[in-house]
């Protein structure tokens, strides 16, 4: 494995950790509370997340918001997680701000699904050139993302999980970023030697 040993201070910057600790909270609070601004009939399980930022949702501005912040945070992420290859940073980067661009073009924009399309796919193939925590642990990221990926874009000819899918996906796509930074602040960690009692010096008669 290629992850960095105990003791070996990392250079990720300090908001790096805030960043990615608020990306997977952001989508979920918006999505959470934006469906429950909904008209009855609305249902996360068959419905995407896009349909509640769309022009004629009752107040779209709240996942519009939570789409362009979710953006903008992996885009700080990417920015200050110098662990990571420059090419893992910029399929990162480009994600945030590809997601960004989804809350510009809603749906039923064409650059929607363009963005969004690019999103994901960014997304999917970071942790595995990222290579972090370790080689191993990017490689089963990616391959998890893109599986959660096929099983949305096969929702997407009618099936009733496509809200589901959606949720899953992005929900996984968000929380990577921070399962990799708490790895890393881990591994910073000095490893605790365990105590040794005082040795006692001979007595003397």
Same mark, same amino acid.
């Given at each position: +494995?290629?992850? @960095?040993?105990?003791?070996? &201070?990392?250079? +990720? ?6 960043? /990615?600790?608020?990306?997977p ?22 419905? %995407? ?14 996942? %519009? =918001? ?6 903008s ?5 990417? /920015?200050?997680?110098? &662990? ?36 994901? =796919?960014?997304? =999917?193939?970071?942790?595995?050139? =990222? ?13 998890? %993302?893109? @599986? ?17 899918? &959606? ?5 996984? &796509? ?11 602040? @881990?591994?910073d ?7 040794r ?9």
């Amino acid at each position: +494995m290629d992850r @960095a040993g105990p003791g070996i &201070e990392h250079s +990720m910057k300090k908001w790096v950790p805030i960043s /990615a600790s608020f990306a997977p909270v952001v989508p979920v609070g918006a999505w959470l509370l934006a469906q429950h601004k909904q008209a009855p009939g609305y249902s996360a399980v068959s419905q %995407t997340i896009s349909v509640l930022a769309q022009p004629g949702a009752n107040d779209r501005w709240i996942m %519009t =918001a939570g789409l362009f912040l979710l953006g903008s945070l992996q885009v700080l992420t990417a /920015a200050g997680l110098t &662990e990571a290859p420059v090419p893992a940073r910029v399929l990162l980067g480009t994600g945030g701000t590809a997601t960004a661009l989804t809350a510009v073009f809603p749906q039923p924009q064409p650059g929607h699904v363009i963005a969004a399309g690019a999103a994901f =796919a960014a997304f =999917a193939l970071w942790p595995a050139l =990222a290579r972090l925590p370790d080689h191993r642990m990017g490689i089963v990221a990616s391959v998890l %993302t893109v @599986a959660a990926l096929a099983w949305f874009v096969s929702q997407l000819a009618g099936g009733g999980y496509l809200g589901l899918s &959606e949720r899953v996906l992005a929900a996984g &796509e968000a929380l990577w970023p921070l399962v990799v930074v708490l790895s890393l602040r @881990a591994a910073d960690r000095p490893a605790i030697a365990p105590s040794r009692a005082p040795s006692r010096s001979p007595i003397r008669h």
